[in-house]
């Protein structure tokens, strides 16, 4: 992972509180266009910084909460690809959920499963039970 200088980090912080207020107001375009800008003070390759991954998904949760799935999906996608995300239960969580919501019930399974391994149930307490229902449906989780 590379690492960034504190007056980077600062002003990413500082634009990101920018974004996620204008999100909290429901002003999904200029929310996505802050978390953009903070995006472009990563240098590239910007997958190998660390704020790369939250970043991204902060814009995946913008489509996600606007029920753009499709784009969302992409978002959340190309967040796991980020450092050290690989394994990021959120990300695999909201990639879950967007196959779920999209149709595609045997990519949502495969990504609750992964994010019910590393988590558990924990990861879906704060989401609609529809989620943790289906993963009940398909495999046996021991309460």
């Given at each position: ?78 967040a796991i690809g980020c450092v050290d995300s690989e394994e990021n239960p ?52 021991s309460e």
């Open positions: 992972m590379k690492e960034l200088s504190d007056v980077i980090l600062d002003r990413i912080d500082a634009i990101c509180e920018e974004a996620d207020l204008l999100f909290e107001d429901e002003k999904s375009e200029e929310a996505i266009a802050k978390y953009n800008e903070a995006l472009t003070l990563l240098p590239e390759p910007i997958e190998e910084y660390e704020p790369s991954a939250w970043l991204i998904s902060s814009i995946g949760d913008v489509h996600f909460f606007d029920e753009k799935y499709d784009l969302a999906l992409a978002q959340f996608e190309h959120y990300l695999l969580l909201r990639i879950g959920q967007c196959h779920f919501e999209l149709g595609d019930m045997e990519e949502a399974e495969d990504a609750f499963h992964e994010a019910y391994l590393i988590e558990g149930e924990e990861i879906f307490e704060e989401e609609e039970p529809k989620y943790l229902e289906f993963l009940k449906s398909k495999m046996e989780i």
